[in-house]
């Protein structure tokens, strides 16, 4: 079946303008979690989403960035005032509900975004 | 806190060789364990995992994996390298709170000679 899709693949922008990173997990999948990956930091989490309950966002590195996801499906993580130290790999990955006892975490292809 | 250490930033095998790549990692408890593989530009690719019972665990692509709770080691291994291996491998830990999210080492690439 699809896997976890992430749009778009890569973003150029510029300092100081806003981005939006867009992420569809595997149907099915009630988790998701988006990770940033860059030379300095390696692999690092910025949030996770269950279901309706309320998000993990304790990975977030500043209020610049943002999260949300509609419909427990589709995630868009946004950076506002995007800085040169925001450029990374931005991932997102999903899995099925801990409680049902599976617990693998999916990736998607990620998300390259360059600030100038 | 939890971590997950990868001692070594690059090794480079010959095509046909065994290859082991070692994973140290930090918790009190019994871990969750991952093995994932990131070819250049891919996102990751779960090789196996381990959650529980027997310790030495089978993954994709021929890749196995054992885990040493007296070493707090996880440590990836193969039999016989082919030039497609050649990427980075990135050992990791579920966090044990309500996001199971994944502590990640900071990855081992592997080149492999022809």
């Known amino acids: 079946g699809a896997g976890v899709s992430q749009s778009p693949s890569n973003k150029v922008t510029e300092k100081g303008k806003d981005v939006e990173l867009r992420c569809d997990p595997i149907?099915?999948?009630?988790?998701l979690y988006w990770y940033r990956q860059s030379l300095g930091q390696g692999l690092e989490f910025l949030i996770y989403?269950?279901?309706?309950?309320?998000?993990?966002k304790s990975g977030l590195p500043s209020d610049r960035f943002s999260a949300e996801r509609t419909g427990g499906s589709v995630s868009t993580l946004t950076i506002q005032r995007t800085q040169q130290e925001d450029s990374a790999v931005y991932l997102c990955?999903?899995?099925?509900?801990?409680?049902?006892?599976?617990?693998?975490?999916?990736f998607g292809p990620g998300t390259r975004l360059t600030v100038l | 806190a939890q971590s997950v250490t990868q001692p070594d930033i690059h090794i480079t095998v010959s095509e046909g060789a065994s290859l082991e790549l070692r994973c140290n990692y930090s918790?009190?408890?019994?871990?969750?364990l991952f093995w994932y593989v990131q070819s250049p530009g891919q996102g990751l690719q779960l090789l196996l995992k381990?959650?529980?019972?027997?310790?030495l665990v089978q993954g994709i692509k021929g890749f196995e994996a054992e885990f040493k709770r007296s070493q707090s080691s996880f440590n990836l291994r193969k039999p016989s390298v082919h030039w497609s291996d050649a990427a980075e491998y990135f050992c990791a830990v579920g966090q044990m709170d309500s996001s199971y999210k994944l502590i990640f080492g900071s990855g081992t690439r592997l080149l492999v000679r022809p």
């Open positions: 381990y959650f529980s019972g027997d310790t």
């Open positions: 989403f269950q279901g309706n309950s309320a998000p993990d």
């Open positions: 149907s099915g999948h009630t988790a």
């Open positions: 918790y009190g408890a019994t871990p969750y």
């Open positions: 990955a999903s899995s099925l509900e801990r409680r049902v006892g599976i617990y693998t975490q999916y």
